[in-house]
């Protein structure tokens, strides 16, 4: 698979950018196949990712710095460096830094599917705008251009109140972007694909 993540960028040494969601999580990509999509992840001292579910994939974390709290189907499990664990496909899942340090960890999703082509996203829009990384607005563009492209979601919230807060965060996003011109990001972007793919 030919992707953003797997072409070296003009400008771009070796290493991948490291996109920030928020400042309290941080996602730096190493490989991105049609098997597999990996990346380091760092959480923040406190950070919660609410409940969630991952409904096509499989999603493998190695505990590299710090400690983890995860719940998996309601049951509670603290990892530790070296320690790593598997989230089968589907099952509902929240993760949280309870410690005051910061905690990293190397993440796997198998098979890829459309989940590396999010980020993939995030590559070529902080490209684009490297100033943009951490904002919320790097966050939406990620999300709107992805829906134009059609990929295939790669988190669901697992509660009515998170699919909720996320269906009601949708539809102004979308409207904001569609106000903002963000289709011609879009079309930047699917010809930046194209040309790779032809490459």
Excluded at 31 to 37: G, K, P, R, T
Excluded at 74 to 85: P, S
Excluded at 97 to 115: H, M
Excluded at 116 to 136: A, C, H
Aim: charged fraction near 20%; include cysteine.
């Amino acid at each position: 698979m030919t992707s953003y993540l797997s072409a070296k960028s003009p400008g771009r040494d070796s290493a991948y950018t490291a996109l920030s969601f928020f400042g309290k999580e941080t996602f730096t990509p190493v490989l991105f196949s049609d098997d597999v999509f990996v990346f380091d992840w760092e959480i923040s001292p406190g950070h919660q990712v609410m409940e969630h579910i991952h409904p096509n994939v499989e999603e493998t974390f190695r505990i590299t710095d710090g400690e983890v709290t995860f719940v998996i189907d309601g049951k509670t499990n603290t990892a530790q460096t070296g320690d790593e664990l598997t989230i089968p496909r589907g099952v509902t899942h929240s993760v949280k830094n309870n410690s005051t340090n910061l905690a990293k960890c190397r993440v796997t999703y198998s098979p890829a599917r459309d989940q590396g082509k999010f980020f993939d996203v995030g590559m070529f829009l902080l490209d684009e705008s490297p100033e943009s990384n951490g904002t919320m607005s790097l966050v939406f563009k990620m999300m709107f251009v992805s829906k134009q492209m059609n990929y295939e979601d790669f988190s669901t919230p697992a509660t009515f109140t998170g699919k909720l807060i996320f269906a009601v965060l949708w539809a102004p996003v979308k409207l904001w972007g569609d106000l903002a011109g963000w289709r011609k990001i879009t079309a930047r972007y699917r010809e930046t694909y194209r040309n790779r793919l032809a490459s």
